[in-house]
């Protein structure tokens, strides 16, 4: 690799988002290389040596690490303004990552009861076989947050907004906490990306992605990602994954690096959508409530202004109006079978909008009384709204809302 051209300081992040990476090969692309190979050919045995031993850079084996791995790496840690990043093969494989580098037997975990499902079954059950705690506590109660720390507590896991409700968490105030037990605040950026959100600017010490959602954006590949100072990603988690293997491939990688190219404007353009939505639902005769971060009635609106550089992201979710839970999942239904444009997937952060239902899709393994505590209800519809154009999504619930109860 060549290194004839390098940046200028200062550069805004739109910039560093297009042009962040490894040096260009000698063969000077525009477009960064895709270096699809396992391994890297070494010079001589004692070169080999010296980079197995890592007392010199250089690549060696793509689960170790690989430049189109590192360029994916490089631009999303200038993206969230963290020294470092490490990728992983899913957000699942990133957070997998996060407790296997940090925790031990004997290790107390507080995390928050509306993170991603598989989150929190990873923490509550997975890591308790191996002998960690865990305590889950209310997403918004911060004193909440602070009564369940203990002395062995290492590790607070935050996600904001959640999914579906857009429950948004005061980062500052959670890593203050964490602080002062001598813990690590982690918070999953997935809903926001760090084109609205950079956790790491108001104290948390580890940024959780999942890169399958707004970093690729196109809902093409599975990606992960931790981001942080060195002294974790590199002394830490670097050697988990070169001993547990939850390495992103380099073409998936190379997928989401040339995503993060349009992040920017992509989350502006979608969050502008959602608002409208958003509105225009609120407004809606059949619709009982609206959740999204960017509206006034959201209870944490003004924070979540303040946290997500004045944008509510482009998740939203709304109940229908029905009486009981029979009639109010026959109205859901109804509605997101109605669409003929809206994708019916839970997956979220692509250009196309997408619609699910939350109480039997992620959330369909919990009880009802549990969906019910959590806010949950079979009238709920999620909504991640993509680049469509909002007048034709607006159409596309019309469908179903004005004919409800026909
Ligand atoms: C999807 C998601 C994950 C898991 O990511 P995968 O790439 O599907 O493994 C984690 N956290 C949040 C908030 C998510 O939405």
């Given at each position: 690799m060549t290194d004839d051209h390098t940046l200028p300081p200062g550069l805004h992040r739109e910039t560093l988002a297009v042009r962040e990476a490894m040096p260009r090969s000698v063969y000077g692309e525009n477009s960064e290389a895709l270096y699809l190979t396992s391994s890297f050919v070494q010079p001589d045995a004692e070169t080999s040596a010296r980079r197995f031993a890592g007392t010199e850079d250089g690549f060696t084996y793509t689960r170790t690490s690989n430049p189109t791995v590192a360029s994916f790496e490089r631009r999303l840690a200038v993206l969230e303004g963290t020294e470092a990043a490490i990728a992983a093969s899913s957000g699942m494989g990133a957070i997998l990552m996060l407790c296997m580098g940090l925790l031990k037997a004997g290790d107390h975990v507080v995390c928050s009861r509306s993170t991603f499902g598989a989150t929190m079954s990873l923490i509550g059950k997975e890591f308790a076989k191996f002998g960690v705690e865990s305590t889950f506590v209310s997403q918004t109660d911060v004193d909440a947050w602070r009564a369940a720390?203990?002395?062995?507590?290492r590790l607070l896991f935050a996600e904001t907004?959640?999914?579906?409700?857009?429950e948004v968490c005061d980062i500052a105030a959670l890593a203050d906490i964490a602080h002062a037990a001598g813990a690590l605040l982690a918070v999953d950026n997935c809903f926001c990306s760090p084109a609205l959100q950079r956790p790491a600017e108001y104290g948390a010490d580890l940024v959780i992605h999942?890169?399958?959602?707004?970093?690729?954006?196109?809902?093409?590949v599975l990606a992960g990602a931790i981001c942080g100072p060195r002294k974790y990603i590199v002394d830490v988690f670097a050697a988990t994954v070169r001993t547990a293997g939850m390495a992103l491939s380099p073409f998936n990688a190379w997928v989401v690096l040339k995503g993060l190219e349009t992040l920017s404007i992509r989350m502006q353009a979608q969050c502008a959508n959602a608002l409208q939505l958003a509105r225009w639902l609120e407004a809606?005769?059949?619709?009982a409530r609206v959740y999204y971060p960017?509206?006034?009635?959201?209870?944490q609106h003004a924070l979540a202004m303040r946290q997500q550089g004045g944008m509510g992201s482009a998740v939203l979710s709304f109940d229908v109006k029905a009486d009981g839970v029979d009639a109010l999942r026959r109205a859901a239904f109804h509605v997101i079978d109605s669409t003929?444009?809206?994708?019916?997937?839970?997956?979220?952060?692509?250009t196309k909008t997408t619609i699910t239902h939350p109480a039997t899709t992620s959330h369909g393994r919990l009880t009802e009384v549990q969906r019910q505590a959590a806010g949950i209800g079979q009238g709920l519809i999620r909504v991640a709204v993509g680049l469509d154009h909002i007048d034709d999504i607006k159409a596309d619930l019309l469908r179903g809302l004005d004919t409800l109860s026909a």
């Open positions: 720390v203990r002395p062995n507590t907004p959640t999914n579906p409700l857009t999942s890169g399958t959602k707004y970093l690729d954006g196109q809902g093409r809606h005769p059949a619709i960017g509206l006034e009635s959201h209870p003929r444009v809206c994708s019916i997937t839970a997956n979220l952060g692509d």
